[in-house]
């Protein structure tokens, strides 16, 4: 417990200075090429994501404008369909959302879409480059590379790269999974490394988030 109880207010601090960076000094990053909905993009491993139609988000009941510019993966090996991952949810101003945890999973499903577990924003690392074992441990992170979904990382301004920040730097998103042995406890994703983050009190801090369609 006191371990816990020392990391979490690092953890808040690190939130906190995040939403100060990203509403005044984070820079678009995104080099992307310019897509329309239904092009597809093969990822380097060569797993090929479609980006959604407006219909298509339509038939999952998920509202099209709340999910901005969404992607959706192939069936996976068991046959299940594939994921469909919204833009990360941002403010009208188009500053970034930061909610706690409840409130992320209550915007979510106020647009008839649900928080990823950690396990789909570990699947997405996987088709990004990143090899896990059964077991879900990273094996080999070689060859990683945050693609085709936007938002991931973001560019830092260069006067805080001077200061001592790195220039890129990934986003922390909620996940829906809960420590199994403490309920208090949420998982994060950086998905902008391929990374679980820590589980952290999903009441006191807040972080940015991305829904799943459907």
């Not at 560019?155 to 920040?165: C, D, I, M, Y």
């Amino acid at each position: 417990m006191k371990a816990l109880s020392f990391l979490v207010p690092l953890f808040l601090l690190a939130v906190h200075s995040s939403v100060a960076f990203s509403d005044a000094h984070v820079v678009a990053s995104d080099q992307r090429p310019h897509t329309k909905p239904g092009d597809t993009r093969k990822t380097t491993t060569g797993v090929i994501l479609t980006r959604t139609t407006d219909s298509e988000l339509t038939k999952l009941g998920t509202d099209p404008e709340k999910c901005g510019e969404a992607w959706t993966e192939p069936k996976h090996p068991d046959g299940k369909a594939g994921k469909t991952w919204c833009d990360m949810v941002r403010k009208k101003d188009g500053t970034i959302n930061y909610l706690n945890h409840e409130d992320a999973i209550k915007y979510c499903e106020s647009m008839h879409a649900k928080l990823p577990s950690r396990e789909d924003f570990e699947q997405l690392s996987v088709y990004f480059g990143i090899t896990r074992g059964t077991d879900g441990k990273i094996h080999s992170e070689e060859g990683y590379e945050p693609q085709i979904l936007p938002s991931l990382t973001y560019t830092r301004s260069e006067g805080l790269v001077k200061a001592g920040l790195k220039k890129i730097e990934s986003y922390f998103f909620w996940t829906a999974t809960y420590d199994k042995k403490a309920r208090f406890s949420v998982n994060t994703f950086g998905a902008g490394d391929g990374h679980s983050g820590d589980y952290v009190d999903p009441k006191t801090n807040i972080m940015a988030f991305r829904c799943i369609a459907g």
